[in-house]
């Protein structure tokens, strides 16, 4: 199949390319064919954010987006920030706060309905979008530029055979291929290894997000309330911290981060998650309420120093791929669509030149020249401060960072990250057993019963979509070492330890993978990589 241009990924970064394309094309009376992959079963399944959405980059898309029905109906009207102790903690006046921490104008909603939605107005403009479809290869031309990608196989048994279902991957090719695949896509990590993008910027940095979303009694509900915490119950010198918004219907989505730079392998980040919902800051939002969905995945916290070159030959990252969230902000959405749009721009200027399969120098310069640009850059030290220094000292640097940056935009000085996050873990003989409370079913609850919520399904008997380079690492390597951090990092109880009469095997239970890649980041020994299962598989979220 051939288009002008092929776009991985539904989310807002590869939908807003598709529009800006089309709107390009209509406003020059140009024929250019565009089509949307999408791995999940409708656009939107497998989006998870918190989500508070600066408008940016909707205003600039659709600037009368707000007229048209969209899902984005809860304007954020109150903003709290706590440092947590144990049973208190302290709050931090909005005054004291760098002007780009303020989320005055900007709206709560789901980012999942959101994508939903802009899919809708992508069709609407011709765009053909297919969800259900795993990308699991590029194509490659004579001089080694990207020409378009290759689906995955349908109906492939776990022995290798093929079921009577199966049905053969298909190429489709494209003049220009953009990859908006979110944090740590899977093609989007061969090329960037293949085309050495990474060369010049430094290691990309992750934390795993996992959130809940809740309706609560009416009388609890405050609209467009947002709360962000850090501290307990995460030690100082791991990163992370608790969101906390209310929006829609009745609807709070609770969520926590924890930057995959921690160096204790008995972490837990999903009971670090449930342990905070016992806060007081926090449960007074959620008691006599009822968890409606969970999810978990992974973010870019790289920041700007993280970047890798954006284009290549032939096709371009765009969105998360490429790592454009604002750290402090929590927030990429806008980040997201605004590279869309200008890769968009560059793709259209090309085409229109007659051109195809070259490199998009042109994103690049519009990049750099951009306003996402100069808001990465304000928070570009923010991240490795706070990796360096722990979070009281870590994040009090980055704060007057950001001011100093604010005030005086020439500051050019930018701390590089050390080490990528599977090197960060102590060995298990140096750290120290955490003792995690009990599930008490009403705030805080077991992984399995949370993974039933995310709605996450594969077909049976497919090949294990995670998969180990060496499978005696594990047991040999890993488990005496770290203990084997996978039973624990995993938001969705993948990875066990399963003792069989003595003898230990590493058992992989990817039926529950709710598509998160933590395990792909945080392994230490880089023997995990994952790779996409059948196109549908996965979570299904609702209004996450």
């Not at 307990?232 to 981060?257: I, K, R």
Request: contains cysteine; proline residues 6%.
């Amino acid at each position: 199949m051939e288009f002008d241009v092929v776009i991985v990924g539904a989310g807002p970064a590869g939908l807003a390319a598709a529009i800006r394309i089309k709107q390009l094309a209509a406003e020059t009376g140009q024929d250019i064919s565009v089509v949307v992959l999408e791995k999940g079963s409708q656009v939107g399944a497998h989006i998870l954010s918190g989500a508070v959405i600066d408008p940016v980059g909707l205003d600039r898309l659709l600037p009368d987006w707000r007229e048209q029905d969209s899902p984005l109906q809860t304007q954020a009207s109150e903003d709290r920030f706590y440092y947590l102790t144990e049973k208190g903690g302290i709050g931090f006046p909005s005054v004291l706060m760098p002007p780009l921490m303020s989320n005055h104008g900007c709206y709560v909603g789901s980012l999942g309905s959101l994508t939903r939605w802009l899919g809708e107005q992508a069709e609407a403009l011709g765009v053909e979008i297919y969800p259900g479809i795993s990308v699991t290869d590029a194509i490659f031309g004579p001089n080694g530029e990207v020409e378009g990608v290759i689906t995955g196989d349908m109906g492939v048994a776990r022995d290798g055979t093929h079921k009577e279902s199966y049905t053969p991957g298909i190429a489709l090719v494209g003049k220009y291929t953009l990859l908006a695949e979110g944090a740590r896509g899977s093609l989007t990590k061969q090329l960037i290894r293949r085309f050495s993008l990474d060369a010049e910027s430094g290691p990309q940095k992750y934390g795993i997000g996992l959130k809940e979303l809740w309706e609560v009694p009416k009388e609890k509900h405050r609209p467009g309330l947002v709360q962000h915490t850090m501290g307990w119950p995460l030690g100082d010198s791991t990163g992370g911290g608790s969101f906390l918004y209310h929006f829609g219907e009745n609807l709070v989505s609770v969520g926590f981060v924890v930057h995959l730079d921690y160096a204790n392998p008995y972490l837990n980040p999903f009971k670090e998650f449930q342990r905070a919902k016992l806060h007081p800051r926090i449960a007074e939002h959620l008691q006599g309420g009822r968890r409606i969905s969970y999810g978990a995945r992974a973010l870019t916290e790289g920041g700007w120093q993280a970047i890798p070159r954006l284009a290549f030959p032939g096709g371009a990252l765009i969105g998360c791929s490429a790592g454009f969230m604002n750290v402090p902000r929590i927030k990429g959405t806008h980040n997201a669509m605004l590279s869309g749009m200008m890769a968009a721009e560059a793709a259209f200027a090309a085409l229109r030149a007659g051109r195809s399969r070259d490199v998009l120098d042109a994103y690049e310069q519009s990049v750099k020249q951009s306003s996402m640009a100069t808001e990465l850059k304000k928070v570009r030290n923010v991240k490795p401060l706070w990796s360096r220094l722990g979070t009281r000292l870590g994040v009090m640097l980055g704060g007057i960072d950001m001011w100093l940056n604010t005030l005086f935009p020439f500051l050019t000085h930018t701390l590089k990250h050390s080490k990528p996050d599977y090197a960060s873990l102590t060995k298990a003989a140096q750290a120290k057993q955490i003792d995690y409370p009990k599930p008490d079913g009403g705030l805080t609850f077991d992984i399995l019963s949370s993974v039933f919520l995310s709605g996450t399904n594969h077909a049976e008997n497919q090949p294990v979509h995670l998969r180990l380079t060496d499978p005696s690492i594990p047991i040999a390597e890993t488990l005496p070492e770290y203990a084997e951090p996978a039973q624990r990092y995993c938001p969705a109880q993948v990875y066990e330890v399963v003792d069989e009469g003595g003898k230990l095997r590493f058992q992989i239970n990817a039926q529950n993978c709710v598509h998160c890649k933590t395990c792909d980041v945080k392994d230490p020994a880089q023997n995990i990589t994952w790779v996409p299962p059948e196109g549908g598989d996965g979570p299904n979220y609702v209004n996450m």
